[in-house]
């Protein structure tokens, strides 16, 4: 069965201290994996789709980067703004009939 | 442009009753997935719906049914709720065809079950 598992779930940072985020999975033919932030009562807001192995993308202090087995979202100096819960994604399905499955989540906490 | 809108934002329903969940999709979007999310958790998929017709379906009882209308707007309905149907219901849209998976969130409803 498809899988998605995101570590930590939870991380404290100070304004300016850089990380990442990991997100590994396990799928037959990957589709899509996806980023998307999600605040406090609110629906999840796209960041990226990344479709193969040794991809990158960035937006502004993000950039995602995928492998084979895992995403990593690095943040680099964040600010405050910042925090809010990261879920990653892979997208399954055949043809146009297809669905996210959701990790966890990773909650990020950036203190000023 | 109008986002995905939903309505109600919150509900308290007791168990046992039905509630309906509504959903307008983005302008120029014609197809709406519904999500479930419980509190600490990652979104899980309900079903899919476009050209009316229910395209995919999650792990979820019958109890939970949908509907699209002509104007690709969409509805959640569940029946005998039951405390744990307590979440926040998401709807996205999307367009298809492309790839397509990049969807669109609304806000939720925050749905309690007493």
């Known amino acids: 069965e498809d899988q998605v598992t995101q570590s930590p779930e939870a991380l404290r940072l100070q304004e300016g201290e850089s990380s990442s985020l990991n997100c590994s999975y396990t799928v037959s033919g990957l589709r899509g994996l996806f980023w998307y932030r999600q605040d406090p009562g609110k629906g999840p807001e796209f960041l990226f789709t990344l479709y193969s192995a040794g991809e990158e993308k960035e937006k502004e202090r993000l950039k995602a980067t995928l492998t084979k087995k895992e995403s990593f979202l690095h943040i680099t100096a964040p600010k405050p703004e910042d925090s809010a819960t990261y879920l990653c994604a892979l997208s399954q399905g055949r043809g146009s009939n297809y669905k996210l499955t959701f990790g966890k989540g990773t909650l990020l906490t950036v203190n000023p | 442009d109008a986002g995905v809108t939903q309505s109600p934002t919150h509900l308290i329903k007791t168990r046992g009753q039905q509630v309906t969940l509504r959903c307008s999709p983005k302008s120029g979007h014609d197809t709406v997935s519904w999500y479930q999310q419980a509190l600490g958790q990652g979104p899980q998929f309900i079903f899919q719906y476009y050209e009316e017709e229910e395209r995919q379906r999650g792990n979820f009882p019958d109890r939970f049914s949908g509907h699209q209308f002509p104007n690709y707007s969409s509805e959640l309905n569940v029946n005998a709720l039951l405390l744990g149907d307590s979440a926040l219901y998401l709807c996205?849209?999307?367009?298809?065809?492309?790839?397509?998976?990049?969807?669109?969130f609304g806000s939720g409803t925050q749905l309690s079950v007493l």
């Open positions: 996205a849209s999307s367009s298809r065809p492309s790839r397509g998976e990049k969807l669109f």
